[in-house]
Protein backbone atom coordinates (compact mmCIF):
# COMPACT_ATOMS: atom_id res chain seq x y z
CA UNK A 1 0.00 0.00 0.00
CA UNK A 2 0.89 2.99 -0.86
CA UNK A 3 3.26 4.81 2.36
CA UNK A 4 0.23 7.96 2.27
CA UNK A 5 -2.21 5.48 3.48
CA UNK A 6 -0.24 4.56 6.76
CA UNK A 7 -2.17 5.22 9.86
CA UNK A 8 0.03 7.63 12.19
CA UNK A 9 -1.26 9.65 15.52
CA UNK A 10 -4.61 8.44 15.64
CA UNK A 11 -6.37 7.43 18.94
CA UNK A 12 -7.66 4.06 19.48
CA UNK A 13 -11.07 2.60 19.68
CA UNK A 14 -12.49 3.75 23.08
CA UNK A 15 -13.94 0.35 23.81
CA UNK A 16 -13.77 -2.46 26.25
CA UNK A 17 -13.42 0.04 29.38
CA UNK A 18 -16.00 0.18 31.90
CA UNK A 19 -17.87 3.17 31.86
CA UNK A 20 -18.75 2.39 35.86
CA UNK A 21 -14.80 3.36 36.25
CA UNK A 22 -16.09 6.73 37.43
CA UNK A 23 -14.71 8.11 40.94
CA UNK A 24 -17.40 9.64 42.05
CA UNK A 25 -20.00 7.53 40.95
CA UNK A 26 -18.36 4.92 42.76
CA UNK A 27 -17.68 6.81 46.09
CA UNK A 28 -21.61 8.41 45.65
CA UNK A 29 -22.77 5.07 45.47
CA UNK A 30 -21.40 4.09 49.06
CA UNK A 31 -22.09 7.42 50.71
CA UNK A 32 -25.87 7.24 49.64
CA UNK A 33 -26.42 3.89 50.82
CA UNK A 34 -26.07 1.40 48.26
CA UNK A 35 -22.67 0.23 48.32
CA UNK A 36 -24.34 -3.24 48.26
CA UNK A 37 -25.20 -2.49 44.43
CA UNK A 38 -21.62 -1.98 43.71
CA UNK A 39 -21.06 -5.55 41.81
CA UNK A 40 -23.70 -4.61 39.58
CA UNK A 41 -23.08 -1.25 38.34
CA UNK A 42 -19.56 -2.32 37.68
CA UNK A 43 -21.64 -5.25 35.61
CA UNK A 44 -24.09 -2.88 33.57
CA UNK A 45 -20.36 -0.67 33.33
CA UNK A 46 -18.58 -3.37 31.66
CA UNK A 47 -21.70 -3.87 29.53
CA UNK A 48 -21.83 -0.59 27.91
CA UNK A 49 -17.93 -0.68 27.49
CA UNK A 50 -18.06 -3.12 25.54
CA UNK A 51 -17.84 -3.96 21.78
CA UNK A 52 -21.23 -5.51 21.66
CA UNK A 53 -22.88 -2.74 23.45
CA UNK A 54 -21.47 -0.02 20.76
CA UNK A 55 -22.60 -1.41 18.06
CA UNK A 56 -26.39 -1.77 19.12
CA UNK A 57 -26.16 1.93 20.20
CA UNK A 58 -24.74 2.89 16.44
CA UNK A 59 -26.84 0.16 15.24
CA UNK A 60 -30.21 2.19 16.59
CA UNK A 61 -28.59 5.26 15.85
CA UNK A 62 -28.88 5.20 11.99
CA UNK A 63 -31.78 2.74 11.44
CA UNK A 64 -34.62 4.51 13.75
CA UNK A 65 -38.06 3.04 14.25
CA UNK A 66 -40.28 3.29 11.60
CA UNK A 67 -44.18 3.63 11.85
CA UNK A 68 -46.72 1.65 10.36
CA UNK A 69 -50.10 2.62 10.28
CA UNK A 70 -52.02 0.31 7.88
CA UNK A 71 -51.41 -3.10 7.09
CA UNK A 72 -51.37 -4.13 3.70
CA UNK A 73 -55.43 -4.80 2.95
CA UNK A 74 -55.90 -0.93 4.68
CA UNK A 75 -56.43 -2.00 8.31
CA UNK A 76 -55.33 0.86 10.25
CA UNK A 77 -52.86 -0.92 12.74
CA UNK A 78 -50.47 1.57 14.37
CA UNK A 79 -46.92 -0.31 14.83
CA UNK A 80 -43.85 1.21 15.24
CA UNK A 81 -41.25 -1.48 13.98
CA UNK A 82 -37.90 -1.38 15.67
CA UNK A 83 -34.41 -3.03 14.35
CA UNK A 84 -33.34 -6.34 16.96
CA UNK A 85 -30.63 -3.95 18.28
CA UNK A 86 -32.84 -1.66 20.67
CA UNK A 87 -34.80 -5.00 21.67
CA UNK A 88 -31.34 -5.77 22.65
CA UNK A 89 -30.75 -2.42 24.64
CA UNK A 90 -34.19 -2.54 26.33
CA UNK A 91 -33.64 -6.12 27.43
CA UNK A 92 -30.46 -5.18 29.22
CA UNK A 93 -31.71 -2.00 30.68
CA UNK A 94 -34.74 -4.08 31.73
CA UNK A 95 -33.16 -6.74 32.94
CA UNK A 96 -30.82 -4.96 35.36
CA UNK A 97 -33.70 -3.33 36.83
CA UNK A 98 -32.82 -0.12 35.23
CA UNK A 99 -36.68 0.53 34.81
CA UNK A 100 -39.22 0.35 37.69
CA UNK A 101 -37.39 -2.54 39.59
CA UNK A 102 -36.61 -0.05 42.58
CA UNK A 103 -40.60 -0.03 43.97
CA UNK A 104 -40.17 -3.67 44.19
CA UNK A 105 -36.70 -3.68 46.71
CA UNK A 106 -37.36 -2.93 49.65
CA UNK A 107 -33.40 -2.45 50.25
CA UNK A 108 -32.43 0.95 51.82
CA UNK A 109 -30.90 2.51 48.88
CA UNK A 110 -32.42 0.86 45.83
CA UNK A 111 -33.41 4.05 43.89
CA UNK A 112 -29.50 5.39 44.47
CA UNK A 113 -28.83 1.72 43.12
CA UNK A 114 -30.39 2.47 40.37
CA UNK A 115 -29.53 5.74 39.40
CA UNK A 116 -26.13 4.72 39.40
CA UNK A 117 -26.85 2.00 37.04
CA UNK A 118 -28.73 4.04 34.59
CA UNK A 119 -25.56 6.57 34.74
CA UNK A 120 -23.27 3.38 33.89
CA UNK A 121 -25.63 2.27 30.78
CA UNK A 122 -24.68 5.21 28.92
CA UNK A 123 -25.09 3.26 25.53
CA UNK A 124 -28.14 4.93 23.72
CA UNK A 125 -30.22 7.71 25.43
CA UNK A 126 -33.86 7.04 22.75
CA UNK A 127 -34.67 3.34 24.54
CA UNK A 128 -33.43 5.30 27.86
CA UNK A 129 -36.72 7.29 27.77
CA UNK A 130 -39.29 4.34 27.86
CA UNK A 131 -37.15 2.71 30.81
CA UNK A 132 -37.42 6.32 32.75
CA UNK A 133 -41.33 6.61 32.26
CA UNK A 134 -41.81 3.19 33.41
CA UNK A 135 -40.07 4.36 36.49
CA UNK A 136 -41.49 7.61 36.92
CA UNK A 137 -45.14 6.15 36.13
CA UNK A 138 -45.72 3.53 39.57
CA UNK A 139 -46.30 6.76 42.75
CA UNK A 140 -48.65 8.42 40.36
CA UNK A 141 -50.36 5.07 39.65
CA UNK A 142 -50.26 4.03 43.39
CA UNK A 143 -52.86 7.02 43.82
CA UNK A 144 -55.41 4.51 42.10
CA UNK A 145 -55.22 1.22 44.26
CA UNK A 146 -56.84 -0.82 42.19
CA UNK A 147 -54.83 -0.06 38.90
CA UNK A 148 -51.54 -0.47 40.70
CA UNK A 149 -52.56 -3.89 41.81
CA UNK A 150 -53.66 -4.70 38.53
CA UNK A 151 -50.60 -3.48 36.67
CA UNK A 152 -47.39 -2.59 39.22
CA UNK A 153 -46.30 -6.07 39.39
CA UNK A 154 -45.45 -6.47 35.74
CA UNK A 155 -44.16 -2.83 35.69
CA UNK A 156 -41.52 -3.78 38.25
CA UNK A 157 -40.66 -7.11 36.59
CA UNK A 158 -37.19 -7.76 35.46
CA UNK A 159 -38.50 -8.77 31.94
CA UNK A 160 -38.91 -7.33 28.82
CA UNK A 161 -42.07 -8.36 26.53
CA UNK A 162 -42.57 -6.52 23.56
CA UNK A 163 -46.01 -6.38 21.71
CA UNK A 164 -49.28 -5.06 21.69
CA UNK A 165 -51.72 -7.38 23.33
CA UNK A 166 -53.37 -7.91 26.31
CA UNK A 167 -51.49 -6.45 29.38
CA UNK A 168 -52.58 -9.58 31.40
CA UNK A 169 -51.14 -11.78 29.13
CA UNK A 170 -47.46 -10.09 29.40
CA UNK A 171 -45.01 -10.87 31.62
CA UNK A 172 -43.45 -7.30 31.91
CA UNK A 173 -44.62 -4.24 31.01
CA UNK A 174 -43.67 -0.55 29.61
CA UNK A 175 -45.34 2.63 30.62
CA UNK A 176 -45.00 6.26 28.90
CA UNK A 177 -46.62 9.39 29.26
CA UNK A 178 -49.14 11.36 26.71
CA UNK A 179 -49.08 14.77 28.18
CA UNK A 180 -47.83 17.45 25.80
CA UNK A 181 -50.53 18.99 23.28
CA UNK A 182 -50.15 21.52 20.55
CA UNK A 183 -51.53 24.94 21.87
CA UNK A 184 -50.17 24.01 25.27
CA UNK A 185 -46.72 22.69 25.88
CA UNK A 186 -45.68 23.04 29.58
CA UNK A 187 -49.35 24.66 30.19
CA UNK A 188 -50.87 21.47 30.39
CA UNK A 189 -53.37 23.53 32.10
CA UNK A 190 -54.07 24.16 28.15
CA UNK A 191 -55.26 21.20 27.36
CA UNK A 192 -58.27 20.60 25.31
CA UNK A 193 -58.53 16.38 24.79
CA UNK A 194 -61.54 15.43 26.67
CA UNK A 195 -62.65 12.46 29.36
CA UNK A 196 -66.24 11.59 29.46
CA UNK A 197 -67.27 9.09 31.94
CA UNK A 198 -68.70 5.47 30.46
CA UNK A 199 -68.38 3.40 33.40
CA UNK A 200 -67.22 2.75 36.70
CA UNK A 201 -63.93 4.78 36.80
CA UNK A 202 -63.95 4.56 32.71
CA UNK A 203 -63.76 7.26 30.64
CA UNK A 204 -63.56 8.28 26.93
CA UNK A 205 -60.91 10.44 25.94
CA UNK A 206 -61.01 12.21 22.60
CA UNK A 207 -58.02 14.68 21.55
CA UNK A 208 -55.15 15.11 20.13
CA UNK A 209 -51.62 14.80 21.59
CA UNK A 210 -48.20 16.39 20.46
CA UNK A 211 -45.70 14.37 21.90
CA UNK A 212 -45.87 10.91 22.89
CA UNK A 213 -42.17 9.32 22.98
CA UNK A 214 -42.39 5.20 22.91
CA UNK A 215 -45.79 4.91 21.46
CA UNK A 216 -45.01 1.10 21.70
CA UNK A 217 -45.27 1.33 25.56
CA UNK A 218 -47.93 -0.60 26.91
CA UNK A 219 -49.82 1.77 29.09
CA UNK A 220 -49.49 5.62 29.41
CA UNK A 221 -50.52 8.09 31.79
CA UNK A 222 -51.97 11.30 30.41
CA UNK A 223 -54.37 14.19 31.40
CA UNK A 224 -57.58 15.43 30.18
CA UNK A 225 -60.16 17.82 30.66
CA UNK A 226 -62.97 15.75 33.09
CA UNK A 227 -66.31 17.50 33.91
CA UNK A 228 -64.58 18.29 37.28
CA UNK A 229 -61.06 19.73 35.72
CA UNK A 230 -57.76 18.69 34.16
CA UNK A 231 -57.08 14.93 35.56
CA UNK A 232 -54.85 12.63 35.16
CA UNK A 233 -55.92 8.92 33.14
CA UNK A 234 -54.01 5.72 32.47
CA UNK A 235 -54.62 4.89 28.89
CA UNK A 236 -53.70 0.99 28.01
CA UNK A 237 -52.38 0.75 24.51
CA UNK A 238 -54.49 -2.59 24.24
CA UNK A 239 -57.38 -3.36 25.89
CA UNK A 240 -58.57 -6.41 28.85
CA UNK A 241 -59.00 -9.49 26.45
CA UNK A 242 -56.90 -8.48 23.33
CA UNK A 243 -58.93 -5.37 21.53
CA UNK A 244 -56.86 -2.18 20.58
CA UNK A 245 -57.63 0.79 22.08
CA UNK A 246 -59.31 3.87 19.92
CA UNK A 247 -55.65 5.51 19.75
CA UNK A 248 -54.28 6.37 16.44
CA UNK A 249 -50.22 7.33 15.50
CA UNK A 250 -50.40 10.33 12.75
CA UNK A 251 -46.58 10.87 12.36
CA UNK A 252 -43.39 10.47 14.13
CA UNK A 253 -41.45 13.33 15.16
CA UNK A 254 -37.76 14.49 12.57
CA UNK A 255 -35.74 14.81 15.98
CA UNK A 256 -32.60 16.67 16.25
CA UNK A 257 -31.30 13.76 17.97
CA UNK A 258 -32.66 11.03 20.30
CA UNK A 259 -33.18 9.01 17.21
CA UNK A 260 -34.12 5.71 18.46
CA UNK A 261 -36.80 7.09 20.50
CA UNK A 262 -39.78 6.53 18.04
CA UNK A 263 -41.87 10.09 19.92
CA UNK A 264 -45.27 11.02 17.69
CA UNK A 265 -48.29 12.50 17.30
CA UNK A 266 -51.57 10.77 18.53
CA UNK A 267 -55.09 10.93 18.46
CA UNK A 268 -57.10 9.62 20.86
CA UNK A 269 -61.29 8.76 19.34
CA UNK A 270 -62.91 7.48 22.53
CA UNK A 271 -59.84 5.63 23.78
CA UNK A 272 -60.61 4.22 27.30
CA UNK A 273 -59.06 5.57 30.15
CA UNK A 274 -58.99 5.04 34.15
CA UNK A 275 -59.38 7.77 36.34
CA UNK A 276 -56.23 8.00 38.12
CA UNK A 277 -56.26 10.32 41.17
CA UNK A 278 -59.20 12.56 41.50
CA UNK A 279 -60.85 14.28 38.92
CA UNK A 280 -59.48 18.01 38.79
CA UNK A 281 -55.81 16.78 40.61
CA UNK A 282 -54.57 16.24 37.31
CA UNK A 283 -51.49 18.22 37.96
CA UNK A 284 -51.25 17.14 41.30
CA UNK A 285 -51.46 13.45 40.62
CA UNK A 286 -48.20 13.15 38.48
CA UNK A 287 -46.13 15.91 40.55
CA UNK A 288 -44.22 12.83 42.24
CA UNK A 289 -43.86 11.30 38.61
CA UNK A 290 -42.35 14.47 37.53
CA UNK A 291 -40.03 14.44 40.52
CA UNK A 292 -38.54 10.91 39.31
CA UNK A 293 -38.61 12.19 35.91
CA UNK A 294 -36.53 15.19 36.35
CA UNK A 295 -34.20 12.87 38.50
CA UNK A 296 -33.66 11.08 35.13
CA UNK A 297 -33.18 14.22 33.01
CA UNK A 298 -30.16 15.07 35.85
CA UNK A 299 -29.07 11.42 35.59
CA UNK A 300 -28.44 11.62 31.48
CA UNK A 301 -27.24 15.04 31.90
CA UNK A 302 -24.23 13.82 34.06
CA UNK A 303 -24.20 10.57 32.10
CA UNK A 304 -23.58 12.70 28.69
CA UNK A 305 -21.16 15.23 30.36
CA UNK A 306 -19.04 11.85 32.10
CA UNK A 307 -19.09 10.17 28.53
CA UNK A 308 -17.70 13.74 26.23
CA UNK A 309 -15.42 14.32 29.09
CA UNK A 310 -13.73 10.69 29.01
CA UNK A 311 -13.75 10.77 25.01
CA UNK A 312 -11.96 14.08 25.35
CA UNK A 313 -9.22 12.72 27.91
CA UNK A 314 -8.52 9.49 25.29
CA UNK A 315 -8.11 11.74 23.30
CA UNK A 316 -5.50 13.98 24.37
CA UNK A 317 -3.78 10.74 26.21
CA UNK A 318 -2.97 9.36 22.50
CA UNK A 319 -2.77 12.67 20.58
CA UNK A 320 0.43 13.98 19.96
CA UNK A 321 1.02 18.01 18.60
CA UNK A 322 3.48 20.07 18.27
CA UNK A 323 6.19 16.94 19.94
CA UNK A 324 3.26 16.68 22.69
CA UNK A 325 0.93 14.70 24.42
CA UNK A 326 -2.03 16.80 24.06
CA UNK A 327 -2.85 16.22 27.74
CA UNK A 328 0.78 17.48 28.61
CA UNK A 329 0.17 21.06 27.27
CA UNK A 330 -0.86 23.17 29.51
CA UNK A 331 -4.19 24.96 28.35
CA UNK A 332 -5.24 21.49 27.30
CA UNK A 333 -4.78 20.68 30.59
CA UNK A 334 -6.72 23.97 31.46
CA UNK A 335 -9.37 22.61 29.29
CA UNK A 336 -9.85 19.01 30.87
CA UNK A 337 -9.04 19.59 34.58
CA UNK A 338 -12.38 22.26 33.97
CA UNK A 339 -14.30 19.68 31.76
CA UNK A 340 -14.16 16.89 35.10
CA UNK A 341 -14.68 19.78 37.48
CA UNK A 342 -17.71 20.22 35.65
CA UNK A 343 -18.35 16.39 35.07
CA UNK A 344 -17.75 16.04 38.80
CA UNK A 345 -19.81 18.53 40.36
CA UNK A 346 -22.85 17.06 38.20
CA UNK A 347 -22.23 13.25 38.73
CA UNK A 348 -21.67 14.59 42.88
CA UNK A 349 -24.91 16.84 42.70
CA UNK A 350 -27.25 13.73 41.26
CA UNK A 351 -25.98 11.26 43.62
CA UNK A 352 -27.13 13.18 46.56
CA UNK A 353 -30.39 13.53 44.81
CA UNK A 354 -31.04 10.13 44.72
CA UNK A 355 -30.19 9.54 48.13
CA UNK A 356 -32.75 12.30 48.65
CA UNK A 357 -34.98 10.04 46.39
CA UNK A 358 -34.66 7.02 47.89
CA UNK A 359 -35.26 8.80 51.67
CA UNK A 360 -38.32 10.88 50.14
CA UNK A 361 -40.25 7.86 49.15
CA UNK A 362 -39.71 6.14 52.46
CA UNK A 363 -41.50 9.48 53.71
CA UNK A 364 -38.65 11.16 55.34
CA UNK A 365 -39.73 14.82 55.39
CA UNK A 366 -36.66 16.64 55.46
CA UNK A 367 -35.39 14.74 52.22
CA UNK A 368 -38.13 15.57 50.96
CA UNK A 369 -38.54 18.93 51.21
CA UNK A 370 -34.77 19.06 49.93
CA UNK A 371 -35.50 16.88 46.75
CA UNK A 372 -38.51 19.32 46.10
CA UNK A 373 -36.02 22.04 45.67
CA UNK A 374 -32.66 20.94 44.48
CA UNK A 375 -34.54 18.87 41.59
CA UNK A 376 -35.90 22.08 40.27
CA UNK A 377 -32.42 23.76 41.11
CA UNK A 378 -30.39 21.27 39.29
CA UNK A 379 -32.84 20.38 36.70
CA UNK A 380 -32.38 23.77 35.57
CA UNK A 381 -28.45 24.05 36.21
CA UNK A 382 -27.11 20.68 34.95
CA UNK A 383 -28.95 20.35 32.08
CA UNK A 384 -27.98 23.82 30.79
CA UNK A 385 -24.27 22.26 31.52
CA UNK A 386 -24.56 19.47 29.55
CA UNK A 387 -24.42 20.40 26.26
CA UNK A 388 -21.88 23.37 26.60
CA UNK A 389 -19.65 20.90 28.07
CA UNK A 390 -20.24 18.50 25.34
CA UNK A 391 -19.31 20.89 22.44
CA UNK A 392 -15.90 21.83 24.34
CA UNK A 393 -15.25 18.03 24.37
CA UNK A 394 -15.77 17.85 20.96
CA UNK A 395 -13.80 20.86 20.35
CA UNK A 396 -10.58 18.88 22.03
CA UNK A 397 -10.81 16.04 19.05
CA UNK A 398 -11.12 18.73 16.57
CA UNK A 399 -12.16 18.23 13.42
CA UNK A 400 -12.34 14.09 14.56
CA UNK A 401 -14.88 15.09 16.91
CA UNK A 402 -17.14 16.51 14.33
CA UNK A 403 -17.09 13.34 12.55
CA UNK A 404 -19.91 11.09 13.50
CA UNK A 405 -18.00 8.04 13.67
CA UNK A 406 -16.32 9.61 17.28
CA UNK A 407 -19.33 9.48 18.83
CA UNK A 408 -19.37 12.94 20.59
CA UNK A 409 -21.99 14.46 17.82
CA UNK A 410 -24.43 12.30 18.93
CA UNK A 411 -23.95 13.11 22.46
CA UNK A 412 -23.82 16.57 21.30
CA UNK A 413 -27.58 16.35 20.10
CA UNK A 414 -28.66 14.46 22.86
CA UNK A 415 -27.69 16.52 25.61
CA UNK A 416 -30.21 19.80 24.98
CA UNK A 417 -33.60 17.43 25.00
CA UNK A 418 -32.57 17.07 28.85
CA UNK A 419 -32.97 20.51 29.31
CA UNK A 420 -36.21 20.77 27.48
CA UNK A 421 -37.79 17.38 28.58
CA UNK A 422 -40.42 17.68 31.82
CA UNK A 423 -39.51 21.49 31.90
CA UNK A 424 -37.33 23.81 30.07
CA UNK A 425 -34.60 26.07 31.74
CA UNK A 426 -37.06 28.70 32.11
CA UNK A 427 -40.04 26.60 33.81
CA UNK A 428 -37.70 24.53 35.66
CA UNK A 429 -36.02 27.95 36.91
CA UNK A 430 -39.11 29.39 37.97
CA UNK A 431 -40.91 26.21 39.43
CA UNK A 432 -37.45 26.59 42.28
CA UNK A 433 -38.53 30.15 43.15
CA UNK A 434 -42.42 28.78 43.58
CA UNK A 435 -40.80 26.45 46.11
CA UNK A 436 -39.29 28.93 47.85
CA UNK A 437 -42.10 31.31 48.63
CA UNK A 438 -45.18 28.34 49.08
CA UNK A 439 -42.58 25.83 50.38
CA UNK A 440 -40.84 27.63 52.47
CA UNK A 441 -39.39 24.68 54.63
CA UNK A 442 -37.87 23.71 51.02
CA UNK A 443 -35.64 27.12 51.36
CA UNK A 444 -34.70 25.96 54.84
CA UNK A 445 -33.82 22.41 54.14
CA UNK A 446 -31.59 23.47 51.06
CA UNK A 447 -29.60 26.05 53.52
CA UNK A 448 -29.34 22.91 55.97
CA UNK A 449 -27.61 21.10 53.04
CA UNK A 450 -25.31 23.84 51.60
CA UNK A 451 -24.25 25.02 55.24
CA UNK A 452 -22.78 21.96 56.13
CA UNK A 453 -19.62 22.82 54.28
CA UNK A 454 -19.58 26.09 56.23
CA UNK A 455 -15.67 27.35 56.97
CA UNK A 456 -15.00 27.52 53.44
CA UNK A 457 -14.57 31.27 52.82
CA UNK A 458 -15.55 31.33 48.77
CA UNK A 459 -18.22 29.46 49.76
CA UNK A 460 -19.45 31.16 52.62
CA UNK A 461 -19.32 34.36 50.15
CA UNK A 462 -21.10 32.50 47.43
CA UNK A 463 -24.03 31.85 50.11
CA UNK A 464 -24.17 35.02 51.59
CA UNK A 465 -24.63 36.59 47.99
CA UNK A 466 -27.44 34.44 47.36
CA UNK A 467 -28.84 35.12 50.63
CA UNK A 468 -28.70 38.95 49.10
CA UNK A 469 -30.53 37.64 45.41
CA UNK A 470 -33.76 36.45 48.00
CA UNK A 471 -34.60 38.76 49.85
CA UNK A 472 -35.95 40.84 47.27
CA UNK A 473 -38.89 39.34 45.06
CA UNK A 474 -39.83 42.39 43.20
CA UNK A 475 -38.42 41.38 40.03
CA UNK A 476 -37.54 38.17 41.29
CA UNK A 477 -39.18 36.47 37.99
CA UNK A 478 -37.10 38.87 36.19
CA UNK A 479 -34.02 37.62 37.68
CA UNK A 480 -34.98 33.67 38.30
CA UNK A 481 -32.20 32.04 36.56
CA UNK A 482 -29.58 34.29 37.79
CA UNK A 483 -30.66 33.11 41.38
CA UNK A 484 -31.28 29.39 40.59
CA UNK A 485 -27.90 29.18 38.55
CA UNK A 486 -26.03 30.74 41.99
CA UNK A 487 -28.42 28.54 43.87
CA UNK A 488 -27.18 25.34 41.72
CA UNK A 489 -23.58 26.67 42.55
CA UNK A 490 -23.94 26.89 46.17
CA UNK A 491 -25.19 23.30 46.10
CA UNK A 492 -22.44 21.64 44.10
CA UNK A 493 -20.07 23.98 45.49
CA UNK A 494 -20.85 22.33 49.45
CA UNK A 495 -21.17 18.86 47.92
CA UNK A 496 -17.46 18.94 46.96
CA UNK A 497 -16.07 20.51 50.22
CA UNK A 498 -17.40 17.69 51.79
CA UNK A 499 -17.24 14.98 49.76
CA UNK A 500 -15.07 15.36 46.52
CA UNK A 501 -11.04 15.39 46.80
CA UNK A 502 -9.30 18.63 47.57
CA UNK A 503 -8.12 19.45 44.53
CA UNK A 504 -11.41 19.08 42.92
CA UNK A 505 -13.49 21.16 45.56
CA UNK A 506 -10.43 23.56 45.25
CA UNK A 507 -10.94 23.74 41.88
CA UNK A 508 -14.61 24.53 41.32
CA UNK A 509 -14.51 27.36 44.79
CA UNK A 510 -11.78 28.98 42.88
CA UNK A 511 -13.27 29.62 39.23
CA UNK A 512 -17.23 28.64 39.93
CA UNK A 513 -17.85 30.42 43.41
CA UNK A 514 -15.57 33.67 41.86
CA UNK A 515 -17.47 37.05 40.67
CA UNK A 516 -14.97 36.63 37.55
CA UNK A 517 -15.37 33.19 36.84
CA UNK A 518 -14.95 33.52 33.04
CA UNK A 519 -17.38 30.91 32.15
CA UNK A 520 -15.83 29.14 28.94
CA UNK A 521 -13.83 25.79 30.34
CA UNK A 522 -10.27 26.00 30.31
CA UNK A 523 -10.62 29.39 32.22
CA UNK A 524 -9.58 27.64 35.25
CA UNK A 525 -6.94 30.59 37.40
CA UNK A 526 -3.25 29.56 37.84
CA UNK A 527 -1.68 27.78 40.95
CA UNK A 528 -3.91 24.97 40.82
CA UNK A 529 -3.47 21.20 40.92
CA UNK A 530 -4.88 19.80 37.74
CA UNK A 531 -3.37 16.32 37.68
CA UNK A 532 -5.65 14.56 40.36
CA UNK A 533 -8.33 16.11 38.39
CA UNK A 534 -7.66 14.56 35.06
CA UNK A 535 -6.59 11.40 36.28
CA UNK A 536 -10.21 10.74 37.79
CA UNK A 537 -11.85 11.11 34.66
CA UNK A 538 -9.47 9.00 32.81
CA UNK A 539 -10.62 5.08 31.84
CA UNK A 540 -8.16 2.53 31.04
CA UNK A 541 -8.55 0.38 27.63
CA UNK A 542 -7.49 -2.73 27.41
CA UNK A 543 -4.60 -3.47 25.27
CA UNK A 544 -4.93 -5.44 22.13
Not at 22 to 49: N, S, T, Y
Not at 192 to 215: E, I, N, R
Not at 350 to 363: E, S
Request: aromatic share 6%; glycine share 10%; hydrophobic share 40%.
Amino acid sequence: MDMTHEVLNQVPPLVGHSTADDPALIEGLRREGAAWAEDEVREVGRLAGSAQAQEWADLVEHHPPVLRTHDRYGHRIDEVDYIPAYHQLMQTAVSHGLHAAPWADERPGAHVARAAKFMAWSVDAGHGCPISMTYAVVPALRQNPSLAAQFEPLLVNREYDFGLRDPAAKRGLIAGMSMTEKQGGSDVRANTTTATQVGDGAYALTGHKWFTSAPMSDLFLTLAQAPGGLSCFLVPRVLPGGDRNAMSLMRLKDKLGNHSNASSEIEYDGATGWLVGEEGRGVRTIVEMVNMTRLDCVIGSSMGMRSALVQATHHARHRRAFGTALVDQPLMRNVLADMAVESEAATTTMMRLAGANDLAVQGDSQEGAFRRIALAVSKYYICKRGPVLAGEALECLGGNGYIEDSGLPRIYRELPLLSIWEGSGSVAALDALRAIAKEPQTLDAFFDEVEQASGETRLDDAVARLKKELTAFDDIELRARRVVELMALVLQGSLLVRHAPSAVADAFCASRLSRDWGGAFGTLPAGLDLGPIIDRAVVEVPTA
